[in-house]
């Protein structure tokens, strides 16, 4: 009958990891790989696998091991879509069997739940669809944790090296696996002082060992570092982060929003009926006891880490979802074997789980809310419409990875604005920097394409729109451009060759008046590019501008452009934002460039005339103002 039992028991383990493993292998090459895979992709095609840990440390502050095996998986498999996030679904599908293990190993027993409660997380089968670390880093820090908690009851040597081993592997794919570890030794030493026991000598130098591994290999990632212009203040907001973790293990990217709070609350509720039942267990309670440790550790650090660098991702929680949901299933079985009200509790909670994470999967195949950016139907977009004498341009430049993966032609055909693979806001585009690029691939081109994605952080003034603006036939993209998920894709043509301007900002005969309330607003000056023709409708006129340091100038601040005649009679007047995308919300330190585009009535005579360019705000005009005298050229 034993026998019988365990052969079930191993026919019912293999159908839920076959399950898991058609979860996350469906439509695997559905979606576009976005920027995230495809820079994971790039970056472990590196020839130089030494340099993968000096690289990584630089760029993202993290470790390695994930781009050195994806690069040998890829050298097996090929670096298609499926093939590449095949890896992550193999480590998402070992969570589901260290999660039957965990089970198997506090409960005596085997026992299905905690493994189906993890193969039909939404988190984790999001996770394994992905071209990164987080299921690989998952995978591990569970595979420690069983370890661990193997080598607790045990203490044989060789269990204490594998948990060190796993740990350490952990911490090599992803940093914020360390809080694992860390956890894993501080409930090792309580434990054993609690029960009044001396700690072993494997169990001690296995800890020891481990840590400083961990805390040098730390502190040589902080060393080689490099400063990407992404800072963060410590958040005050503990309670939130510490609800958006909790959140984050059933709710993949934690959207839709407005459900954060409650899931993160039932998380929380979930979490603590579960320690609780654990704690009272009468056989394996100090492995139980650890287990709800380590648990609830894990989302305690997870969230005060976040709170302390002031920087939370959705995809973090990720790393702890496993641990944290097989917990919760153990407590489960556990109270399954109980009285009928804990049957009953235990039931019903199962199958609320249960049913509401396959919604969570319907979800994820059905709602916009998690579609990846189309980068491949972009890039195919516009390879089928470019022509010669066009090229393309990608802000913000840090996706010139993912554009790159599925670009199959001229290289020479796209620049990158900035040419940076990391979102660093050092490099905000300005017109110094902007315009040498485009004066070398732009020359002589009779139009452009530009793909656009998260350019409001690293353009916030819309120096590029401004840029091809002005040289469009209309003034503005050719209307019905497609939107590819989140990718914003504009097509000009322009009505003369592309002319290359002057790479600095060039001189200015304006003259700058103070005559109005000084708020951190100075003038680097107004140009007229070209004189304007009588009749062709239109005049061109760029102003620079400098905040002063640490001013932050408000929102609405504009410009009035007033045009009078040689005996200072007013002609007209437009009234434009001081830059393309106008001001942006944060305080911007660099040179901002208005390209102003003045419609002219049709009957106005050719002849010298000067331009008033007035900056004003909600509060009225403001300083400085300048006078700049304009032609307008006979028809």
Known sequence: ??????????????????????????????????????????????????????????????????????????????????????????????????????????????????AVLVALSPVGVMAAQDVRM????????????????????????????????????????????????????????????????????????????????ILVWAVLLWSNRASYGVSYDASADWPALMLQTAAGQVLPRLLPAELVAPAGVAVMIALVLSCATLIVMRDQAQLAGALAAIAVGSLIAMATFCAVVGKFSPRYPSIIAPIVLATIGVAIAVAAKRGRMAQALARAGFASLALGFSAGLLTLRTSPL??????????????ARLQPDERVLLVSGHFAPAFEYYWTGAPDAWIALPPDPVLNVHNTLTYTSVVPATNAALAGMGGAWLLLWQDDVIDPTGVALALLRRQSQAFAPQPDTPQFAGLRLQHYRFFQPYRPLPEQIPPSEAVIEH?????????????????????????????????????????????????????????????????????????????????????????????????????????????????????????
């Open 134 to 213: 987080h299921a690989f880093a998952s995978c591990l820090s569970l595979g420690a944790t069983v370890a661990f908690l193997t080598a607790l009851r045990s203490e044989r040597p060789v269990l204490w090296l594998t948990w060190g081993v796993l740990g350490v592997l952990a911490f090599a794919t992803h940093v914020l696996s360390a809080l694992f570890v860390g956890i894993h030794i501080v409930v090792g030493i309580a434990l054993r002082l609690a029960e009044g026991r001396s700690i072993s000598r494997p169990h001690l130098v296995a800890s020891a060992i481990t840590g400083v591994v």
């Open 370 to 383: 998690y579609a990846n950016e189309d980068f491949r139907g972009a890039v195919a977009h516009i390879r």
């Open 1 to 114: 009958m034993t026998a019988h039992r365990r052969t079930h028991g191993r026919a019912l383990i293999l159908l839920v990891l076959l399950a898991a493993l058609a979860i996350r292998a469906f439509d695997l090459a559905g979606q576009s790989l976005w920027y995230d895979e495809a820079f994971s992709v790039r970056f472990a095609q590196q020839n130089d696998i030494l340099a993968l840990f000096i690289r990584e440390a630089q760029l993202n502050l993290n470790t390695p091991l994930h781009y050195i095996l994806l690069k040998g998986w890829m050298f097996g498999l090929g670096d298609g879509e499926f093939a590449v996030r095949l890896l992550s679904v193999f480590a998402g599908v070992a969570s589901v069997a260290l999660a039957y293990r965990l089970g198997a190993l506090i409960l005596n027993q085997s026992s299905l739940i905690p």
């Open 515 to 635: 005559n109005r309330p000084e708020v951190g607003l100075r003038s680097l000056g107004c140009v007229q590019p070209q004189p304007a023709r009588a009749g062709d409708g239109f005049m061109e006129v760029q102003c620079f501008w400098q905040t002063q340091p640490f001013v932050p100038l408000s929102v609405y601040t504009k410009v009035s452009l007033r045009l009078a005649d040689v005996g200072g009679e007013q002609v007209l007047q437009s009234d434009q934002p001081i830059a393309y995308n106008g001001f942006p919300y944060v305080p911007y330190e660099k040179p901002i460039w208005g390209v102003h585009v003045i419609p002219l009535p049709p009957d106005l005579q050719s002849g010298d005339y000067t331009l008033r360019v007035i900056p004003y705000t909600e509060t009225g005009e403001i300083s400085p103002q300048v006078s700049l005298p304009v032609q307008v050229s006979p028809r």
